[in-house]
């Protein structure tokens, strides 16, 4: 199907790529059924893209690749409805808020988005923790990692380089995790 | 909506595990003793309303993705 979407214009999905929010994000309703979009910059952040509304769509990230030690717990009622036995087979992203001002960009660790990405069904969970913060400053840490992460891809150019004419086999830390993410670029 | 009048110290069962105390009444404050298993999310109702909002403030972003990506990767 054809997804009309304001920030990326049309993009082709399958019906095995809709995610399901049954209950949708918290202030959002009416609007149940979205997409990941990556814009194939580099940055990590996907978009969750409402396939019934153009304009809805939030930038999100994972949280660990800002704060490693983050995680999320989900009550038992909170699993049984997103089909998981644990939340390790889950996928856990922060909703990112972008102002005009980027170095002021924020995560809302309090209410992660926790997707459920073999059954494609997904829900905005508030975890009972007070200290997560639901305007969690990141912007320096984002970008600390992805320079580190392009530091490293450089640095194993380098080494593939040297070793001209022999096949070069790709570090495993390198293929990204199977999501189900529509590249604007494929 | 059901509503009960409760005193000082009474309390309201809400199926067989839930119990909510009051503990205290000063002026217009009302202080609320709540027993529940673990697994029950309980929340004062501004941090949905404060989630809501940020949750709008999020959508509302209107920055271009080639401006986010400049300013993280330059």
Redesign the interface.
């Known amino acids: 199907m054809i997804v009309k979407t304001g920030r990326f214009g049309q993009v082709t999905i399958g019906d095995e790529e809709i995610i399901r929010i049954p209950q949708g994000v918290l202030g959002f309703p009416e609007y149940k059924k979205f997409c990941l979009v990556d814009p194939g910059d580099d940055t990590l952040i996907l978009w969750l893209q409402s396939i019934e509304n153009p304009d809805v769509a939030f930038a999100v990230l994972e949280p660990k690749i800002f704060k490693p030690e983050y995680s999320a717990k989900l009550s038992a009622a909170e699993l049984r409805e997103l089909k998981l036995d644990n939340v390790n087979q889950s996928t856990v992203f922060s909703i990112l808020t972008i102002p005009e001002d980027i170095t002021q960009m924020s995560a809302n660790l309090k209410a992660p988005l926790v997707i459920n990405l073999k059954e494609q069904i997904a829900k905005q969970v508030v975890l009972q923790e007070n200290e997560f913060t639901i305007k969690y400053m990141m912007f320096k840490e984002l970008k600390m990692h992805l320079m580190t992460m392009s530091a490293q891809r450089k640095a194993q150019e380098k080494a593939v380089q040297e070793q001209a004419g022999k096949i070069a086999a790709v570090s495993i830390k390198n293929i990204p995790p199977s999501l189900m993410v529509k590249s604007l670029q494929a | 909506m059901l509503v009960l009048t409760r005193k000082l110290g009474e309390s309201i069962a809400i199926d067989d595990h839930i119990k909510i105390v009051v503990v205290q009444i000063k002026g217009k404050q009302v202080r609320l003793g709540i027993q529940a298993p673990k697994?029950?999310?309980?929340?004062r109702e501004e941090?949905?309303a404060?989630?809501?909002?940020?949750?709008?403030?999020?959508?509302k972003?209107?920055?271009g993705?080639?401006?986010?990506?400049k300013?993280?990767?330059g």
Do not use: G
Not at chain 2, 65 to 69: F, L
């Open positions: 697994e029950t999310k309980i929340h941090v949905y404060a989630i809501q909002d940020q949750n709008k403030e999020a959508a972003a209107s920055v993705i080639a401006q986010v990506s300013a993280l990767k």
